[in-house]
Each structure stands twice: as structure tokens, then as C-alpha cells.
């Protein structure tokens, strides 16, 4: 089988070009074929001589995987299926809006964090995915140019696949690379706390936490992982940080009916976050079959996101889309397809 090119940095593209006898500077050259032009075969790789892009197609290819299948939300949402080299399958979204075009990708084949809201989680785990496959996903889509924001919010805990992870985050920021600025991107977590402190040592771009609830035994029944990491001890690894004004902090809460939207949750939010700089982003749940969880009334999500705006916590709520081709958050599952 050869081996991909997408998804290797510029060290490795050194080791290739040194191993393989090419001259020094075809590192820079290939690239730029992988990274800015995007170009999908070796043999487009015009400005490097045949004998050597002959030499390279012995042993490599690029790596350019194409969707198998799409699907459009009446939204405008659109979510695409992509077969791994291990046959397992992975969906990204690509979500447009009038000034943003924002795709969400997936760091792993399903999941091993088995959150009860997630459809994800219920498919179980099918394995990691690299660096070039996740970057695969935001190259080979036909909006790939359009894009202005990518979301790791789709299949799988990227915290839980931090080195390929990152390793795609530095290819896709990088001069060699895309040239993306770091603020374009954004990585959620349920919150695995030294995967968090690698990510923010290592990475520039914006965290997102997932909270949905400042309770710990509440919090442990939807989230099995707080029974290792609870959301405070999160939060006070966060506090540790000297965290730059650039960079955003925010926590994803999903509003379950008569569960996590009372008064109380207001005022122990509040309490959890007092005196970090952050966000929050209200989410309605979106139910898949085989949960009994409902999400709360717009009227409460808008009382909800309110009452924490009054106390001083800047508070929005998430727009659903695609909930119609199961694209909406939460509800990535490659199983069906």
C-alpha cells in the first residue's frame, strides 16, 4: 500500500525527498502542491521533474479522499461521507451562513466517551483518525475554498486524539501550509485536563468545553467523564493560564427539559465560572432515536440565556442546523450509512 502524503508536515516531506534522493528544496515544493494548490495526483505536480515525481509514485500518493456520499439539509446545510483506509466511515458538515462558510470535522471514527446525548457515542469507537485524514475532510469537499471557519466538533473527543489533532492544526496554520490564522479555528472537549493543557502549550486556536451541567453527580450521568476529570477541576486547569485575549474560551451547554435548566443551574454556572474570562453557548438537544432526554422550550433556552447575560455572562444561543440529514450537533453517526 502507499504511503499518503496529506496530512505530513514539513519535517517529514524532508525525510521523504531525503530519503528518496530528490533535491532539497522539493520538501517546499510538495507542500505547496498538497496544501495550496490542492492538486490530487503526484503526476500534477508539474514543476517537479517526471523522473522524481515517477521516483515517488512508487512509494506514495497524496492522499486525497473524496466524500462517497452527501446529503443537503433544506438549510443548506450539507453533510458528507467519507470511507477510511481501515473501511471505517466519518462525517463532516459544512454549514453556510451569509458571511461565514464553517465546516465541522471529525477527529476520530466514532467514540469512546459514550456522553448519553450523543449520537456519536452510541455507534461505539472505530479508531483514530490521522492528521491527513482529517485534513482530507477540509480539502476535498467541493467548498473547500469557500471555507473561512473549521469546527472540531464533529465524530469523536479530539482531546482524546491530541497529537493528530494538533499535528493538523499546525499544517493547516502554517507558512508551509494553509496559511489559516489560528482564531479561524475552533476544538471542542468534554474536557480531558492533560490533552487541554498540551493543546493550549501547543496551539493557538479557540477551546470550547463541553459543561452541560455545573453539577457533578448530574454531570457524571450525562457525561461518564466526570467521574475522572469533574468540570471543576477543568475549569481550575484553566485558571492556571495565563490565557492571551485572542484566544476563546467558551462552554457548550445542551438545555434537557426539567433537567439542567432551572434557577439553580443559573446560579451554580455562575458560581463555576466567577472571574473567568469565557463564553457560553446554549445548544437545544437534538433527540435520535433510543433517547428518552427532551430538549427544553425556546421560550425557556431564551429565559435561560438571559438570566446568565444578567449575571454578567455572555450568553448566546446556538443556531440548529441540518437537523433534518442528522447534521445538527450531537447527531453524527456514520452507522446508518
Not at 108 to 119: D, E
Not at 153 to 158: I, L, S, T
Not at 267 to 281: A, E, H, P, Q, V
Request: glycine share 6%; proline share 4%.
Amino acid at each position: 500500500m502507499q504511503e499518503q502524503l496529506l496530512g505530513k508536515d514539513i519535517d517529514q516531506l524532508k525525510e521523504i525527498v531525503t530519503k528518496n534522493n530528490l533535491p532539497a528544496y522539493s520538501a517546499k515544493q510538495l507542500a505547496e502542491w498538497l496544501y495550496k494548490k490542492r492538486v490530487q495526483t503526484i503526476d500534477a505536480m508539474s514543476n517537479i521533474s517526471k523522473k522524481n515525481r515517477d521516483i515517488l509514485k512508487q512509494r506514495y500518493c497524496t492522499g486525497y479522499n473524496p466524500p462517497v456520499n452527501s446529503q443537503e439539509s433544506i438549510d443548506g446545510t450539507k453533510k458528507y461521507l467519507f470511507r477510511l483506509q481501515n473501511s471505517s466511515k466519518v462525517e463532516a458538515a459544512y454549514i453556510p451562513e451569509e458571511k461565514r462558510k464553517t465546516l465541522c470535522v471529525s477527529s476520530q471514527a466514532g467514540c469512546k466517551m459514550n456522553c448519553t446525548f450523543c449520537m456519536t457515542g452510541k455507534q461505539g469507537f472505530n479508531g483514530q483518525l490521522t492528521a491527513g485524514e482529517i485534513i482530507n475532510q477540509i480539502l476535498s469537499i467541493p467548498e473547500s475554498e469557500e471555507l473561512t471557519n473549521i469546527v472540531y466538533m464533529g465524530m469523536g473527543e479530539p482531546m482524546d486524539n491530541i497529537d493528530e489533532v494538533i499535528k493538523s492544526i499546525k499544517i493547516i496554520t502554517s507558512e508551509y501550509g494553509m496559511e489559516w490564522s489560528p482564531r479561524r479555528i475552533n476544538v471542542s472537549t468534554i474536557g480531558i485536563i492533560p490533552a487541554i493543557k498540551t493543546f493550549i502549550e501547543e496551539c493557538e486556536a479557540h477551546l470550547a468545553i463541553s459543561m452541560h451541567t455545573p453539577f457533578h453527580e448530574e454531570r457524571k450521568k450525562l457525561m461518564p467523564i466526570e467521574s475522572k476529570y469533574p468540570i471543576t477541576e477543568i475549569i481550575e486547569s484553566l485558571r492556571n493560564y495565563d490565557l492571551n485575549r485572542q484566544r476563546n474560551i467558551s462552554f457548550e451547554y445542551i438545555l434537557f427539559k426539567d433537567l439542567n435548566d432551572t434557577h439553580e443551574h443559573i446560579k451554580g454556572i455562575t458560581k463555576l465560572l466567577n472571574g473567568l474570562r469565557c463564553k457560553i453557548n446554549l445548544i437545544r438537544f437534538h433527540p435520535f432515536p433510543g433517547s428518552n432526554l427532551k430538549s427544553s422550550s425556546p421560550e425557556k433556552i431564551r429565559w435561560f440565556s438571559e438570566q446568565l447575560n444578567k449575571k454578567g455572562i455572555t450568553t448566546t444561543i446556538r443556531k440548529s442546523r441540518g437537523e433534518d440529514i442528522f447534521a445538527a450537533c450531537g447527531l453524527l453517526s456514520a452507522k446508518k450509512n
